[in-house]
């Protein structure tokens, strides 16, 4: 997750808030000439810790085994945690990180609905690869 803006949790209910229109997509893992293309979905959240709030967007991994966030958003909602080193396996292979774990909650952007996420790892650096695809591209 990466910060979009930062809002203080404390911020009045009619204050104005921009309208962010959010579909998630699914598609099945492409292997052509051995290279490999997974699609994620990308939804926009409100990630909250104690009183901090800030509007963000979040990776939808249903492989992940844990819940990851960047260090530049744990930064603004000013988190707190242990630390730790902890060996994270990707697809391109396996990496030693020290990274701090804490506990976040995740929530719809109109407040619908959220849930506590726990534990939360918070890296120093999150490495994805982006990549734009348009509509075609991604009905089967």
């Known amino acids: 997750m990466y910060p ?3 809002a203080n949790g404390d911020s009045p209910s009619g204050e104005s808030q921009e309208r962010v229109n959010a579909s998630v997509h699914s598609a099945a ?3 052509q000439a051995n290279s490999y293309h997974v699609l994620c979905a990308v939804v926009p959240v409100k990630v909250s810790f104690g ?3 800030c509007r963000t967007f979040a990776l939808l991994d ?10 530049t958003l744990s930064r603004r909602l000013k988190m707190t945690g242990l630390k730790r080193s902890l060996n994270i396996r990707t697809i391109s292979g396996v990496s030693q990180v020290t990274a701090v774990e804490s506990e976040c ?3 719809a952007e109109d407040g619908s609905n959220s849930f506590h996420v726990d534990p ?3 890296v120093p650096k999150l490495n994805l690869a982006l990549r734009c695809s348009s509509r075609k591209d991604i009905k089967s």
């Open 4 to 6: 979009v803006n930062s």
């Open 62 to 71: 249903s492989g992940a085994e844990v819940s990851v966030m960047s260090e």
């Open 29 to 31: 893992v492409s292997i």
């Open 120 to 122: 939360v790892i918070v």
């Open 51 to 53: 009183s901090n709030a």
């Open 105 to 107: 909650v995740i929530s």
